[in-house]
């Protein structure tokens, strides 16, 4: 066989594929259109039937609620005449119980009147009787007064007497002392040139400054860190005496070393105070 043969041969058996195909797909249409068109005539039998049963529950739902409405009205009406019935009765039974009551209570508000005059008369003659006392009482104290106030005014007038009879003693024994002249023993007159040698042979000596020596076995930069550390423990300042009482130095000295920490950058000086350094400064 050809090329050609072959290629004719191919193309017969593609068109009869081709033409078995068309015939599959139409087959196949016809199949679905019948199933759906079978599967739409039952589901809108079956919606029918859905739509009517519904219907026929919508309809007895609607009875049935209609029943349950009014057996709730029956039951609400029955309900309500019971609990006006039970609260008239209650209110009947509270005010029996608050009419009780209340005579009770007015019953205890007349004993308590009555025991209220009763105390008002007792406490009346309390008060009176008190003041009976009080007054008696007075009368007794200002009685004892006067009197003593009688006794003290004649020990104050005896008292007096007598100061003036001393004052009298002492008086004319001034007088006698007075008229009397005291003799007096004779002293030894300086002649000025005497007076003039023992001013001469009295010598003044000034005083002369203690010198700064460091104690015993303790050097100067030693002092100085004892007082930067003292200064540092005493942030409010301390003055050159406190350094001198508590370092037992010269103040001469103190003032020396303070300086020098001054200089050194070490502490500050306000006003008679020496003062740690602030970071400000």
């Not at 087959?27 to 259109?33: E, N």
Request: hydrophobic share 35%; proline share 4%; charged share 40%.
């Amino acid at each position: 066989m050809g090329r050609a043969e072959e290629v004719h041969a191919l193309c017969k058996d593609i068109s009869a594929e081709r033409d078995e195909r068309k015939s599959w797909r139409v087959f196949l249409k016809k199949d679905v259109s019948s199933s759906l068109s079978g599967f739409c005539q039952t589901r809108m039998a079956e919606a029918k039937l859905m739509r009517e049963e519904l219907h026929q529950d919508k309809q007895l739902r609607r009875r049935e609620l209609a029943e349950l409405l009014s057996e709730y009205g029956r039951y609400r009406k029955d309900a309500g005449k019971d609990l006006r019935k039970q609260l008239s009765e209650y209110r009947l039974q509270n005010k029996k119980e608050i009419d009780g009551l209340l005579s009770d209570i007015n019953d205890f508000l007349s004993e308590v009147r009555a025991l209220t005059k009763d105390r008002a008369g007792a406490v009346g003659n309390t008060l009176r009787e008190f003041g009976e006392a009080r007054r008696k009482n007075a009368k007794e104290t200002k009685a004892a007064l006067e009197k003593s106030c009688l006794e003290r005014r004649k020990d104050v007038y005896r008292f007096l007497q007598n100061c003036r009879a001393e004052r009298e003693e002492c008086r004319k024994a001034w007088f006698t002392l007075y008229a009397v002249k005291p003799v007096l023993p004779e002293q030894p007159v300086e002649r000025p040139e005497e007076a003039a040698e023992i001013v001469e042979e009295t010598v003044f000596e000034t005083p002369v400054p203690e010198e700064a020596a460091a104690p015993e076995g303790v050097d100067e930069e030693e002092i100085k860190e004892r007082i930067f550390a003292y200064v540092n423990s005493h942030p409010q300042g301390v003055k050159l005496t406190d350094i001198e009482l508590e370092f037992n130095i010269p103040r001469i000295r103190g003032g020396n070393l303070t300086r020098a920490l001054i200089d050194e950058g070490k502490i500050a000086k306000e006003g008679l105070l020496y003062v740690p350094l602030r970071k400000e400064d």
